[in-house]
């Protein structure tokens, strides 16, 4: 209950501080001017998701917050880290793949007067590297909306083990394969990608793709093999779904020398950028991924969470009764949950 409190007052600090702040005049990305924005027209919806993640996390500590090293990663524009700064972690770390989401993240900063004590920028193994040569000892990493846009996670959390000090891994993530509903939803979203392209919309930045991944990937293909027959190209084209530039060549390569295609996504609907390898709201087999994390030597655990409340009530209704009906069901079903938490614990 007392972390519960403490967190509330940290979030209620952090509204004070950023409710003020107009994007338009900030010297950052558009990207991050709407998510900004975003976050603060629905802050207590996004905070109700971020509260209860952070109370899960804090429970996994074995020290007081204040001598502890919180990790953001894949922060976007730095929301979580301004929060866990709020709370009192001794040092926070910001983390993201993208260059201008670093650079926005420092700018906001600035203007709301909370200081981040470390950036790193890049894919998880620059930020590996950056956590190890700065001797830079997690003990909590937690990111939201994340763990659905990484390109192999069995790579990643091969990865991630190299981080020298033991530490707990939380992700959620509102792509809840679990959820029959969420699932109708992504679907219809992962079609569009694959054969008309994203909107610009909030979550698309400069570097994605906004044309069908289905020609793109056929671009790619003819111009990497101008040879093969046009039957040929439309059968890789399909085939090769949810993969990215460097595996659509090695594909073609072995089809070229073999005639056989044994790749094949692991949902039909997932498709990825081809150029990024960023996923489109990745409906993921949490089996097989349970599975890979306890290969690497990791204990795991899914969890479910509670509908967060907006400014609509009506909507509010229906997610009071689904809430109370979470609570009878337990913290494991996730079939009618917004989101699922991915609880990862690394212990030598």
């Not at 996390?57 to 919180?70: D, Y």
Request: charge should be positive.
């Amino acid at each position: 209950m007392e972390q519960h409190k403490q967190i509330n007052k940290a979030i209620e600090r952090l509204f004070s501080k950023i409710q003020g702040l107009n994007s338009d005049n900030l010297n950052i990305s558009e990207y991050n001017k709407k998510y900004l924005k975003k976050y603060i027209d629905n802050y207590s919806f996004y905070m109700s998701l971020y509260s209860q993640l952070l109370q899960k996390a804090i429970k996994k500590l074995n020290k007081p917050i204040s001598e502890s090293t919180f990790i953001d990663y894949g922060g976007g524009s730095g929301i979580l880290s301004y929060l866990a700064k709020e709370i009192g972690f001794k040092s926070v770390v910001y983390n993201d793949i993208y260059q201008g989401s670093v650079d926005d993240t420092q700018t906001i900063s600035k203007n709301i007067g909370i200081t981040i004590d470390y950036y790193i920028c890049g894919d998880v193994e620059e930020f590996v590297n950056g956590v190890n040569n700065q001797n830079i000892k997690p003990d909590l990493i937690c990111s939201f909306d994340v763990l659905e846009h990484i390109y192999n996670l069995e790579k990643w959390f091969k990865t991630i083990t190299n981080i020298k000090n033991d530490f707990s891994l939380l992700f959620m993530t509102s792509a809840n394969s679990s959820n029959p509903f969420i699932t109708k939803r992504l679907k219809k979203l992962q079609i569009k990608a694959e054969y008309q392209g994203i909107d610009k919309t909030i979550g698309w930045k400069e570097i994605d793709t906004n044309t069908s991944f289905f020609k793109v990937r056929n671009n790619i293909i003819i111009k990497k093999f101008p040879n093969l027959k046009n039957s040929d190209v439309k059968l890789l084209s399909s085939k090769s779904r949810g993969l990215r530039k460097d595996d659509i060549e090695k594909l073609v390569t072995k089809y070229i020398k073999t005639g056989e295609i044994h790749y094949q996504t692991k949902h039909p609907t997932n498709t990825c950028d081809p150029y990024s390898g960023n996923w489109t709201e990745n409906l993921i087999d949490l089996k097989q991924l349970k599975t890979v994390i306890i290969n690497n030597n990791l204990t795991v655990n899914y969890t479910n969470s509670f509908y967060g409340y907006s400014n609509n009530r009506i909507f509010n209704i229906p997610k009071y009764f689904l809430n109370q009906l979470i609570k009878i069901l337990g913290s494991r079903c996730l079939f009618i949950s917004p989101t699922y938490t991915l609880e990862v614990q690394k212990t030598t």
